[in-house]
């Protein structure tokens, strides 16, 4: 099956860059998604790229894709305590029937 | 809009028991998902709904989870006889049928604790 990998954690500085990187092994990937689960609450959809693209920014958040080497990262721009949460990172096939999830990584943002 | 709606919020059983999930999905979504997310590994599709049909059930473990979508809308995952390993966070999802399928919007979870 399809494989997506994620560290499990990441700690950072309030103020400093985060970045959260996810490899996948399906080079048929369609979308690229970055999901935020914050404590007791659901996933929520922060992103997502379109396999064709190599980059997406959207506010703080910057995503880039590079699809040779099946590597994905999300960039948090002067991270905030609030962005502390579990990141998801998510692929969907041609079909987008299912998402295969990987692990998620911790954030924690020290003040 | 309400967003996906999941019940309960949490469950506590005893192994052997049974237990019902619930999920209520965006109002006009055709399509409905179940995954599952146990001891904080990777999150896994059970299965997925269009309308009231099973468009595909391979991620389901095995027969003692059952899904039913009676009438298209909401759907229930039961789980009969509860084992320990069905502990987890079960999410339910779900996308529009049409326009922008490539999102799939997701419930707050229902956390299933089997002792």
């Known amino acids: 099956g399809e494989d997506v990998e994620q560290s499990l954690f990441l700690s950072v500085r309030e103020g400093d860059s985060s970045v959260i990187n996810c490899t996948y092994t399906?080079?048929?990937?369609?979308?690229l998604y970055w999901y935020k689960q914050e404590p007791g609450a659901g996933l929520q959809l922060l992103t997502y790229i379109f396999s064709n693209m190599d980059m997406k920014q959207d506010q703080r958040l910057t995503v880039l894709l590079n699809k040779k080497d099946k590597h994905l990262s999300l960039r948090i721009a002067d991270t905030q305590t609030g962005d502390s949460a579990i990141y998801f990172c998510?692929?969907?096939?041609?079909?987008?029937?299912?998402?295969?999830f990987g692990s998620g990584t911790k954030l924690n943002v020290k003040p | 809009e309400a967003g996906v709606t999941q019940f309960p919020s949490h469950s506590v059983i005893e192994k052997g028991q049974t237990v019902t999930l619930r999920c209520d999905p965006i109002?006009?979504?055709?399509?409905l998902y179940w995954y599952r997310r146990v001891m904080g590994k990777e999150i896994k599709f059970l299965l997925h709904f269009v309308k009231e049909s099973k468009q595909d059930e391979s991620g389901m473990p095995n027969n003692r989870f059952l899904a039913e979508r009676t009438g298209g809308t909401y759907s229930t995952l039961k789980v009969q006889p509860a084992e320990l390993e069905d502990s987890g966070v079960y999410f339910c999802?779900?996308?529009?049928?049409?326009?922008?399928?490539?999102?799939?919007?997701f419930g707050p979870g229902t956390r299933l604790t089997v002792t």
């Open positions: 109002s006009g979504h055709d399509n």
């Open positions: 999802a779900s996308s529009p049928g049409t326009g922008a399928t490539y999102e799939q919007y």
């Open positions: 399906d080079s048929s990937s369609t979308y």
């Open positions: 998510a692929e969907s096939l041609y079909n987008f029937n299912k998402f295969y």
